[in-house]
């Protein structure tokens, strides 16, 4: 990865913890993410190519012990007999900074796009007494579009999406090796995000 393009990311990823430190201050406990709240962490399918190079540097960089566990929780994801992400352990991320931005945003107020048009929405553990407005929400659909726009500008031969199994087994060592592309690993600095509160990891 380019350091113009790992530059852009950060400062996307700044951004994205300025609005949701925005909503906690708003919104209080009306936000209840924490560690050991983690209904939400079901993987995606795919992950933008920026993404998937920082995820999987820090997948790689785990201790022996730690990947062991994460190749038997694979498995079993794999084989459908686990529904949340086989990088949670203990009620955490093992990879919190290197999460991929739909991580950082779950729980939080959202804006999405349908065929009938944009609505809110929010986790249901959240925003019991108060909707979060639209105004402090997460734009997805335009995260997701600065998102392809770096993928263009890092890689502009890439066709397909990496799957999100393809990412974690690369560098796990049960797939395709994962190469790393510099300027990688754990996004050093970063605050606690998208779903959550103080407690989080």
């Not at 909503?23 to 079901?42: A, H, N, P, T, W």
């Not at 933008?48 to 929780?73: I, M, Y």
């Not at 779950?106 to 407005?133: K, R, T």
Request: a negative charge; proline letters at 4%.
């Amino acid at each position: 990865m380019s350091a113009e393009i790992h530059a852009k990311y950060r400062d996307l990823l700044a951004k994205i913890e300025m609005l949701a430190a925005k909503q906690r201050g708003l919104y209080g406990d009306q936000i209840r993410c924490k560690v050991g709240c983690f209904s939400c962490c079901r993987p995606p399918e795919t992950l933008f190519r920026v993404e998937s190079e920082l995820l999987g540097d820090a997948v790689a960089a785990l201790g022996e012990d730690a990947k062991q566990r994460t190749r038997e929780r694979l498995a079993d994801y794999r084989a459908g007999q686990r529904e949340l992400c086989p990088l949670l352990e203990e009620g955490g991320c093992q990879v919190y900074d290197a999460r991929p931005v739909i991580c950082r945003t779950h729980g939080y107020g959202v804006m999405l796009q349908d065929d009938e048009g944009a609505f809110l929405s929010w986790c249901e553990l959240n925003f019991d007494e108060i909707a979060p407005s639209a105004d402090v929400a997460f734009n997805v659909e335009h995260l997701n579009t600065v998102l392809s726009v770096m993928t263009r500008m890092g890689w502009p031969d890439e066709v397909a999406r990496p799957t999100w199994g393809e990412v974690l087994e690369g560098a796990l060592g049960t797939g395709k090796p994962h190469v790393s592309q510099g300027g990688g690993g754990a996004i050093a600095g970063e605050q606690q995000a998208s779903s959550g509160g103080e407690e989080e990891r």
